[in-house]
């Protein structure tokens, strides 16, 4: 893919953005029955089922993303903590058939794993879910997530799996998948998210100590909106609490590794945010 066609598929990517559903704080209007540690607790089990299969990226945040847009919905119905595990195994299989545009043997794995472990999914009850999910949108399962974004900057950028700030920004925004206030409570644009990954992973990599100008070439923002300082904000607490954090979920595990450049055994206390 030479640069005209990254900029012009970027620039479909950004229309498909302006289009596309949004998650609504499913937390404030008291519709389902659990809290944000379970959403937590069921997020980091997803990635890690989408891990096991050695699932793409795409298919990790896809998934997630769509658990989100399909609980946020005012069509659909109460859910309990119990419910969450047979959701999140609907919408793991959904997102490796829809990033691979078949019906795939690890979204057929996935469900009949759930069904064996979980007493809330049985077969029958997956189906029905599976076919909520699958009403709820129409039949039209991709949505444009941050990670989308984040991938064409690497490409303008050609950044590469062993250089830090490829690692740095994946593990941002995947610790970014964790957090209630990220991905439900406060909507933010993909596209801000991808960019503001790019931006914090670059501050706490000692790159540069403030916005510039390359960022706003590359991701269209200036590094002044508010919505980009307390996504930023955020991501910083994110980082430095994981790293204090005495359990590993499955993300901080995998970029405990060198194939991730050790992104999760950074020492992140340098970092400061409002608040701290």
């Avoid at 999140?88 to 069904?115: H, L, P, Q, R, W």
């Avoid at 991709?142 to 250089?163: A, D, G, Q, R």
Wanted: glycine share 4%; aromatic share 16%.
């Amino acid at each position: 893919m030479d640069f005209s066609d990254v900029v012009r598929n970027l620039r479909n990517v950004y229309e498909h953005e302006r289009r596309q559903k949004k998650v609504r704080n499913y937390f404030r209007d008291g519709h389902h029955n659990f809290q944000p540690e379970d959403r937590k607790v069921v997020v980091n089990w997803m990635i890690s089922c989408v891990d096991y299969y050695y699932g793409l990226m795409d298919i990790l945040h896809l998934s997630v993303t769509l658990f989100d847009l399909f609980l946020s919905s005012e069509k659909s119905p109460l859910f309990s903590r119990e419910k969450l595990q047979c959701v999140g195994a609907i919408c793991i299989k959904i997102a490796f058939d829809t990033i691979y545009n078949a019906k795939t043997d690890e979204g057929f794995a996935i469900v009949a794993m759930t069904s064996r472990v979980d007493p809330e999914s049985s077969i029958d009850e997956l189906r029905r879910i599976y076919i909520l999910v699958i009403n709820r949108f129409r039949g039209k399962t991709f949505f444009v997530t941050p990670y989308v974004f984040l991938s064409y900057y690497h490409i303008i950028l050609k950044l590469e799996p062993h250089h830090d700030l490829y690692s740095m920004t994946n593990y941002v925004l995947e610790l970014a998948l964790y957090d209630d206030f990220l991905s439900v409570k406060c909507y933010y644009k993909p596209s801000l998210v991808a960019a503001t990954a790019l931006y914090t992973g670059i501050i706490a990599l000692g790159f540069h100590t403030r916005w510039f100008d390359d960022l706003s070439v590359l991701t269209g923002y200036n590094g002044e909106e508010i919505d980009i300082n307390d996504v930023h904000e955020r991501m910083k607490f994110l980082l430095k609490t994981a790293y204090l954090e005495p359990k590993i979920h499955s993300t901080q595990a995998r970029y405990y590794l060198q194939e991730n450049n050790y992104m999760s055994t950074f020492d992140y206390s340098h970092l400061r945010y409002h608040g701290n």
